[in-house]
């Protein structure tokens, strides 16, 4: 067999890391819609073009109309869009995208199940859609037609019960659904209930059936909403709305289950005021954490132990703007998008890839009531 010389090595090398800076260095645009409340000035989702070169955003207008489509979704292939619509008879919508104009199509809408759907996502095949109804406590999974249109729910399972505060956990309160990366199964929060769900999913079929364990508790009274996976999917962490906290868990990809082992407050010590939790992320190295604040109205940086999954504050961003119920990094995972529901704007942070802490990047857009936030590549 012949070998390479070391100079010939060498220049192989370069080669090669040439080749990776030139294709790191290609810029793709993006399309971004946000999902809102349409109490207000909104008139339903809409979309913006991400320059990823000088990570400017253009306004395109109302993408789609539709009634409070707080949380948005992406298929696998990124061609269809699914939305909630966050009303007392809960509708799930399905939308072709149209990449040159922005503007959706829409294919179909069904019922969700349930009252309030606050959150939705598709499984990795493409063929399901799982939706949690938070006013009505229940979950329900959706068949997805060859076309991207919805089925009427396959399957559904509501909970009972109640938990420790008496002014927002007299019943459950779906918050969540999410699915790890075997895609077995689904992770359901209960804001309500201070439990997390865990189901074992037929894709195929769109049905659930419980997980044994049937549910994790976190402490009493302290609201669980989202959670995030670590890209190693050792760790599982949950941002606690109503405690303004997170919970950090192992978890089993085998079973599907999750052991708590950390609770750490999202606020700093000398903060008292009024204060609610809302959204959380794992940046693509699994070595940040990220939360959002409303009512301190900030984005909490936490560092994570690569021995021991535990987090450590490192430090607190104004948004600059009120109310951020969601935010997102963008696929570089070199900036922050921040949405600013009560000041209807949309501020940039750079992220520091070293630290995580964040600084604001000097840009923002204004949009009414943004409340969630997709990317999704031009074509």
Excluded at 146 to 175: N, Y
């Amino acid at each position: 067999m012949r070998t390479l010389s070391s100079s010939a090595l060498l220049l192989a090398n370069l080669l090669a890391c040439a080749a990776a800076t030139k294709a790191a260095s290609i810029k793709t645009d993006y399309l971004v819609f946000t999902g809102t409340f349409t109490t207000k000035d909104s008139k339903g989702i809409y979309a913006f073009r991400y320059h990823s070169s000088n990570h400017e955003l253009t306004p395109l207008g109302l993408a789609a109309a539709i009634a409070s489509p707080s949380f948005i979704a992406l298929g696998p292939d990124e061609h269809y869009l699914y939305s909630v619509s966050a009303v007392a008879e809960g509708t799930v919508s399905a939308f072709r995208i149209d990449f040159k104009s922005g503007k959706l199509t829409l294919l179909n809408t069904v019922s969700s199940h349930g009252g309030g759907p606050c959150h939705l996502l598709v499984d990795k095949t493409g063929k399901s859609l799982f939706v949690a109804n938070f006013r009505t406590g229940s979950t329900a999974a959706l068949r997805i037609r060859d076309d991207g249109s919805l089925q009427e729910p396959a399957s559904f399972f509501q909970a009972t019960g109640s938990s420790k505060d008496p002014a927002k956990q007299t019943g459950p309160h779906e918050h969540s659904v999410n699915i790890p990366r075997n895609n077995r199964f689904l992770l359901v929060t209960d804001l309500g209930l201070d439990k997390i769900f865990s189901y074992r999913i037929d894709t195929a079929k769109a049905l659930l059936t419980a997980n044994d364990p049937p549910f994790v508790t976190v402490q009493p009274g302290a609201g669980p909403r989202h959670l995030a996976f670590t890209p190693d999917e050792r760790y599982v962490y949950v941002i606690n709305e109503i405690q303004s906290s997170v919970s950090a868990f192992h978890y089993d990809a085998a079973s599907g289950s999750l052991h708590e082992f950390q609770n750490v407050s999202a606020l700093p010590e000398y903060y008292s005021g009024e204060n609610t939790g809302a959204e959380i992320e794992v940046d693509s190295s699994g070595r940040f954490v990220y939360t959002s604040n409303r009512g301190y109205d900030s984005i909490a940086q936490f560092s994570i132990d690569s021995r021991t999954g535990s987090l450590t504050l490192v430090g607190q961003t104004p948004t600059g703007g009120k109310t951020p119920r969601y935010f997102a990094l963008d696929p570089s995972g070199q900036y922050l998008f921040a949405a600013n529901q009560d000041s209807d704007n949309i501020v940039l942070f750079h992220v520091d890839q070293k630290t995580g802490r964040l600084t604001p990047a000097g840009k923002s857009v204004q949009t009414p009531s943004p409340v969630c936030i997709k990317f999704v590549a031009v074509r």
